[in-house]
């Protein structure tokens, strides 16, 4: 009992001690900048996205090898990181172009290939939110040909990049106004689409490619296959000769023109001379070497003009009728150097293309057939050593 007391003062010494203590707070400023710092360092955007790029790329109108571009395409961006969706649309609409997207998503962009005529190529790049554009327009010297392609290729990879890493744009009224015909006006647009009021049309910004930009892929090499019928006249004795053609070669592609070289193979029909005592016939197959010049003169025509030396095989054969008393002579083959030259035009860029040219084969030796009359040798037909001829081939280039 006489302990309680002692308890009791010592107990209430320790509370008036605890209170002072308990009722001081930690500086109220002090802990705000702390929450903010930390709220700050978990809400700060990452300077690289957690999922890849997506590039969603829409191809406007009819554009040429638009199935080589989209491969091609899908190649160069999947190799840059790049996600690549593709549509096709027939024309690019005003509410397409400026309806308002998720913002909140700064890997995705869009890019609008248009193609208003043969030697322009525009490219427009939108961000994810359709607020910051780009526009690119690219002058293609042969329409979309493995040059073009090239240009247009190189422009998206490197242009879409720089849209979504904050490069300089420009905004709705500047791509409207830049974009003019290209863009199809609607009537309305839903007012969702239509987050800012429409500001008087500024000068827009696009950048127009320095045809010196693209001086390093001015030399493009590729391939050049194809087939074709060719028909030349081979004189009154034996009339036209005609058969198939093969060709396989390199073409190298230039800025204004391009140069191939290719083998080529033929085999022709036989041709018939017939008289009142003999049947006499020719079959020819050649190879020769093409070299080639191509240069576009309309879109898309182009002017093409080749030549090359070549070796014949001739198979001759003559029958002779009954009761006659010459003597033909017997089956042979001979061979004969040619030199072949063309000239004409092709339709089309790449990779299809159509050709037709005007030629003339020269051989170098005027080969008579003979036949042996009585101990006499008598010349019963020769062809021409010059025959004029046409050649309709495709080639895939």
């Given amino acids: 009992m006489q302990r309680l007391p002692a308890t009791l003062i010592l107990l209430s010494t320790g509370l008036c001690f605890a209170r002072p203590a308990s009722g001081q707070s930690p500086d109220p400023t002090k802990l705000n900048l702390r929450s903010a710092e930390v709220r700050g360092v978990l809400a700060a955007p990452s300077s690289v996205p957690s999922e890849p790029w997506v590039a969603e790329i829409v191809l406007v109108g009819n554009i040429e090898n638009a199935a080589r571009l989209t491969n091609e395409l899908a190649e160069l961006l999947s190799a840059r990181g790049f996600a690549p969706n593709f549509q096709q649309r027939a024309a690019l609409s005003e509410n397409e172009l400026v309806a308002q997207q998720q913002p909140n998503d700064p890997s995705h962009g869009t890019v609008w290939i248009l193609v208003p005529n043969s030697t322009l190529a525009r490219l427009v790049f939108a961000d994810r939110a359709h607020m910051r554009f780009l526009i690119r327009d690219i002058p293609l010297q042969q329409g979309m040909d493995d040059v073009g392609r090239e240009s247009v290729e190189q422009i998206v990879d490197s242009s879409f990049l720089a849209l979504l890493q904050g490069a300089a744009a420009i905004g709705r009224a500047e791509v409207h106004a830049a974009l003019g015909a290209d863009v199809v006006s609607q009537a309305s647009m839903p007012l969702a689409a239509q987050p800012s009021p429409w500001v008087p049309a500024q000068p827009h910004r696009s950048v127009r490619v320095n045809p010196a930009d693209t001086s390093r892929i001015s030399l493009h090499l590729t391939q050049r296959l194809g087939v074709g019928y060719a028909m030349n006249w081979s004189g009154g004795d034996f009339g036209v000769g005609h058969g198939p053609e093969f060709l396989a070669g390199l073409e190298l592609l230039r800025r204004n023109d391009s140069l191939y070289v290719a083998g080529a ?133």
Wanted: charged fraction near 15%; aromatic fraction near 12%.
């Fill in 265 to 397: 193979f033929d085999l022709q029909f036989a041709q018939h001379h017939r008289s009142s005592e003999f049947d006499l016939s020719l079959k020819y197959s050649r190879i020769w070497l093409i070299i080639g010049w191509r240069r576009p003169i309309s879109s898309p025509f182009s002017f093409v003009a080749t030549a090359g030396p070549g070796v014949g095989v001739t198979r001759i054969r003559s029958i002779a009728y009954e009761g006659v008393s010459a003597k033909s002579n017997p089956d042979s083959s001979s061979v004969l150097p040619f030199a072949q030259f063309q000239g004409g035009v092709e339709w089309g860029t790449s990779p299809l293309v159509i050709q037709l040219v005007l030629r003339a084969d020269m051989s170098f030796y005027d080969t008579h057939l003979e036949i042996n009359r009585n101990g006499v040798r008598e010349t019963l037909a020769h062809p021409w050593p010059l025959r004029p001829g046409v050649a309709l081939s495709m080639a895939w280039r």
